[in-house]
């Protein structure tokens, strides 16, 4: 049964903190203000439940949190701090209560993905890019050259890829977990005009592949292709790439959206392993894997925080004297790069071990 969020914020206000061990942020701070409880308990205190002088101060405590889905897990109700927190972002934003950090945010975004755009038209040929056709690539503003590989290996397993045209560089998953909510939905109305002429679209994001699936139509978005994330896609042709030598060990990394909001665990390492690539497992995994700190906008409201969180999850590469990680997720990938540890793109491992196989 899902709960409503009012619902949600009562069962959470007077929980004994049972999802406290699993949340990255209060891990990370060690302070109570960030729990999950807290968090959502403050929500419900600004909602005007009890007496509180409303600041940007209480507020802060919203902004902490990456959305990673980790006390959902652990939650014997499956409430969703991860989600039901961007409502509490969008609440503060009207009331004057934002957080500083992202008072310029939706300008920061627009500027961010018309870069990444410009990027992937410069870098891509430009027969590639179309109105129409079965399958769109959208690479993500953290990685707009990730377009030039994901076509190469597509073309080598012959599945049909193109670039749309009017690409838009981000799906505007920032915006709105930043907590401004019109300006993701006119990014969304953007977007989905750019797609409709596909039939599905592959988004390398995961975070703004879940913001697709699921936030553009409970936005009033409706949106024509049907999403997928691109490991999704190529493991559809996973017969035909070839069996790979021994490539070594790495640690994959499940980013958090990929994993725990739309359940792909399994096809990325299935995809590792045809290659070659031995694969392991951090200590947790899957749906129970650790953040990498790059979610719900952390690193421009606590970039300490979503720094150490990062560390953290590198730590145990290090241990493990392995000094390789793969993840799904270009925003984790960047957030993991570390000296003495090399962090790899699965699609860029992929189309590595198919051009020299
Ligand atoms: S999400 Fe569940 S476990 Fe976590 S504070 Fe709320 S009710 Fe408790
Ligand atoms: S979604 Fe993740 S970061 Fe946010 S409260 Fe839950 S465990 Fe903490």
Redesign the pocket.
Known sequence: MTLDLDT?LT??TY??????HVCPVSSAEGRETV???TK?ATMRLLRGRTAIEATVEVAASLYACTGCGA??E????D???GRHLFTGRAEAERAGLGAPALATLPERVRAKAQRAALTTRELVAPQRFTAAGETAYLPGCDDPAGAVTALALADRLGLPLDVPEGTPGCAGYPLLAGGFDDAFRLHAETVARSLAGFRRVAVACPSCAWAMKVEYPAHGVPLAPEVVHPTELFAEALQKIPVGEARGEAFYHDPCYLARWLGVTEEPRQLLQRVGVSVREFSRSRAEGVCCGGGGVLPLTAPATADAIAAWRLDEVREAGVGSVITACPTCRRRLESDGVASRSLIDVLEEATRTA
Not at 74 to 77: L, T
């Open positions: 949600s069962y959470c929980c004994p903190k049972l999802c406290r729990t999950p409880q959502m006390c959902t652990a939650c014997h109700h409430i969703t701090p």
